[in-house]
C-alpha cells in the first residue's frame, strides 16, 4: 500500500470517547467534546474523499500528530509536490461565522478559537521540524473549509482560507501541480510517518473506572448496547449488523486494551466485559487462540502474540 492511499488514523481520544459514550452517561461538556471531534473527523473524511483520487505524483500523508521541543501539533492533511509541502488544516464547521476586530465569532456571538492562529502556529513548528530534519522545502498552509453550509463574513482578505466553494478548483490546482518526485521525497514522508504519536498529550477525557463502565459487547457498527448472542453471532437489534461471537470477543478485548492500558486480560475478566457470552469456557477458548497465554490455572492471563 502507498502512503497516500493509507486510511486516515483515528485519534486515540475519538476511540476513547466513542466507547466511553457507549458505556456511561458523559456530561454534558464530554458530549459537546466528543461530538466535535466526530464531526472534524467526518469533514477530515470527506477531504480524503478528494485528495484519494488526485492523480498527481505527490504523497498525501493523513492525519499527522508531531512534537518539536516538546510541543504538540498536528497536521489533517500533509502533501508533498517535488518543491512545495501543503499542509491542509480542514475544518468541517457549519453556519454562520465572522471576524471582527481581528476575532473569530459564531453568529451567536460567541468568540471561537480562531483556526488561523492555529494554522500559523503548526507552521512555524512544521518549518522548525523540517530544518531539524535537514530538508529545505517550501511550505504552504491552508485552512480549508469543507462543510458546504459554512458562512465566513469579513475575513482578512489574503487569508490562506479555502472556502467550500472553492475546494473543487483547489484540486484542479493540486492534480496540475508539475512534480517529480525522489527517493528524498519518500524519505521525508517516512519519517514524518515516523514521528507520528499514536495518543496526544493533550486528551481531554472524563474521569473513568472499570467499574462505572456498563459491560457488554457493543455492536461493532453503531455501539449500540441492544446486542443479543444468536449461535455463533452478536446480532445488534439497533442496527441488525452480524459479527462472529469470536471475532466480537477479540474487539471487545482490544476495548479493554484502549481504555485501560496495561490491564491483566484474564478469561473472568473478559467474560464479565462481554456480559452476553454466557459461557466462559468460549470465552477462555477464543483467548487461547488469539492471544499468548501467561502462567497457569486460575493464574492464566493473556498478552498479545
Ligand atoms: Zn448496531
Known sequence: MSISTMPRPISNELVILRLLNARMELSEHDKWNYARLEKGFDGELKFDQLTDVLVNNGIVIKGLLLEVNDIEFQIDTTIIFQGIIYLFDVKNYENDYYYENGKLYSKNGNIVTDPLLQLERCESLFLRLLKDLGFDIRVVCRLVFINPEFTLMQAPRDSPIV??????????????????????????????ISLHKPVSSNMKLPAYGYEQLEKRIMCKLCYSRSTIVQHNFIVCGTCGHRELVDYAVVRSVRELLVLFPGIRITTNLVYEWCGIVESKKMIGRILKEHYKAIGYGQWTYYIPK
Open 163 to 192: 472556502y467550500p466553494s472553492q475546494v473543487k478548483r483547489l484540486m484542479k490546482q493540486l492534480n496540475e501541480f508539475p512534480s517529480k518526485l525522489t527517493k528524498r521525497h519518500e524519505d521525508l514522508a517516512r519519517k514524518l
